[in-house]
C-alpha cells in the first residue's frame, strides 16, 4: 500500500507529495490532470488516504498530489483560525504558483473547514474543484459523538456551550464549530471562525471573502445519513437544526437565501454538486471506491 510513496519531500514535516511513475509522468503531459491538493481532518493525517490516492493512481495517473501534513492528530485540535489556516496557506500557496492549469482540493471532515478559511481569505487562489468530503460545513456539529467524548469527557452536547463559547474553548478548533441550536446567540457571539467565514457574524471583510471564495469552478459536497460523526449528517450539505432540533435543509437555510458567502450564486451557475450516500461511516468516506467514482472522479480533470 505504501509503494506510490516514492519520494517524500517533507523533511521539515510540512508537505508530502506522491512522485508520480515515469510512465504516468508521460501519461499526464498528454492528458494533463491538474495537481490535487488533499487536506485532512480531526485525529487523522496522511497516512489515512492510501486508499484515494490508490484510486487516483488507477484512475489519473500521474497527477501530482500533494497531501498536506500539517496539525496531524492530536495537533488538529489547534483553533481553525489565525496559525492554523495561516499555516496551511504557507504550505498550499507555493503548490498553487507551480500550477499555471490550476489545482483540485479534497478536503476531509475538519479540513473541510480549514479550506473553506483559505478559500475565502486567499484572493489570487486557483482552485478549481473544492470537494468537501463529510465535513461540518453549515456545520457545526451538534451531537455527543465519540469525539465529543474523547475531548471534553466531562461535557455531553446540552452543556458544552458553557466552555465552548469562552475565549478558552475558542482555541479549540472543535468549538469553533461547535453550534449548539439552544444557544445560538452565544454561538454568534463568540465563534470566532465559523460564524465569520458564514457571514453570520458582520465582519468588514465578508465581501471580499465572497469575492475570493467564488473563484472556485465548483463545489462538490459528500455526505450521507449513517456517517455517525457529522451531526446532523445534513450539515455536510450545509443543513442545520432549527430551535426544536428539526433539520432545515440548505436551501432554507438563511445562508443560502441570504447569498452570505456565495453558495446560492454557486447553485444558480450550476457549480454545486450535492452527492449523498447511506452505508458509508465517517471514517470510511475517502476509502469508498463507489463514493470516490459517482462523485469525486470526474471532477478531477
Ligand atoms: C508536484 O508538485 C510539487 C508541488 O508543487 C512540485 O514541487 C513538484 O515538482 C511536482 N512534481 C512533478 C513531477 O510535477
Ligand atoms: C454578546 O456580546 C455582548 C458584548 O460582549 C454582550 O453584551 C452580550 O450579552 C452577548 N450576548 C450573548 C447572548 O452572549
Ligand atoms: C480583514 O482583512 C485585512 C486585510 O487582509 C486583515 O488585516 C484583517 O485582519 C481582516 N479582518 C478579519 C476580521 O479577518
Ligand atoms: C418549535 O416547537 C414549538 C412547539 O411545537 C413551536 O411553537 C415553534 O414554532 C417551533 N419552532 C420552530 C423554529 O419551528
Ligand atoms: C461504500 O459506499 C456504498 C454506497 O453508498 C455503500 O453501500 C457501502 O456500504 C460503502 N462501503 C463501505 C465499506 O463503507
New binding site residues.
Given amino acids: 500500500m505504501e509503494e506510490p510513496w516514492i519520494g517524500d519531500s517533507s523533511r521539515g514535516g510540512a508537505v508530502r507529495v506522491l512522485w508520480p511513475l515515469l510512465l504516468a509522468c508521460l501519461a499526464a503531459q498528454v492528458i494533463g490532470y491538474k495537481p490535487v491538493i488533499v487536506v485532512h481532518g480531526l485525529f487523522d493525517g496522511s497516512s489515512d488516504f492510501v486508499n484515494l490516492l490508490r484510486f487516483l493512481s488507477q484512475t489519473h495517473p500521474g497527477t501530482n498530489v500533494s497531501v498536506i501534513d500539517l496539525f496531524d492528530r492530536a495537533y488538529s485540535l489547534q483553533a481553525l483560525y489565525g496559525n492554523r489556516v495561516e499555516g496551511f496557506k504557507e504550505a498550499i500557496y507555493p503548490i498553487m504558483q507551480n500550477a499555471a492549469d490550476c489545482v483540485h482540493f479534497i478536503c476531509y471532515s475538519q479540513g473541510g473547514l480549514v479550506c473553506r478559511g483559505i478559500l475565502s481569505t486567499l484572493s489570487d487562489h486557483n482552485v478549481n474543484s473544492f470537494i468537501s468530503i463529510s465535513s461540518h460545513q453549515r456545520p457545526v456539529t451538534y451531537g455527543d459523538t465519540d469525539y465529543l467524548k474523547y475531548i471534553f469527557p466531562q461535557f455531553v452536547k446540552s452543556n458544552l456551550f458553557h466552555l465552548c463559547?469562552t475565549s478558552v474553548g475558542q482555541r479549540v478548533s472543535i468549538c469553533n464549530y461547535w453550534k449548539d441550536p439552544h444557544?445560538q446567540?452565544?454561538y454568534l457571539?463568540?465563534s470566532d471562525y465559523l460564524a465569520l467565514l458564514d457571514g453570520e457574524r458582520p465582519n468588514p471583510n465578508a465581501t471580499m471573502w465572497k469575492k475570493n471564495f467564488l473563484r472556485i469552478k465548483r463545489l462538490v459536497l459528500i455526505g450521507g445519513p449513517d456517517d455517525g460523526v457529522i451531526t446532523p449528517w445534513q450539515s455536510s450539505q450545509f443543513g442545520f437544526y432549527d430551535a426544536n432540533e428539526t433539520v432545515v435543509e440548505m436551501k432554507q437555510q438563511d445562508i443560502y437565501l441570504r447569498d452570505m458567502f456565495g453558495l446560492k450564486t454557486l447553485d444558480a451557475r450550476g457549480d454545486l454538486v450535492q452527492c449523498v450516500f447511506p452505508g458509508v461511516q465517517h471514517t470510511m468516506w475517502h476509502s469508498n471506491e463507489t463514493v470516490f467514482t459517482a462523485c469525486i472522479q470526474k471532477w478531477l480533470t
Avoid: G, L, V
Fill in positions: 463559547y444557544h446567540d452565544m457571539n463568540s
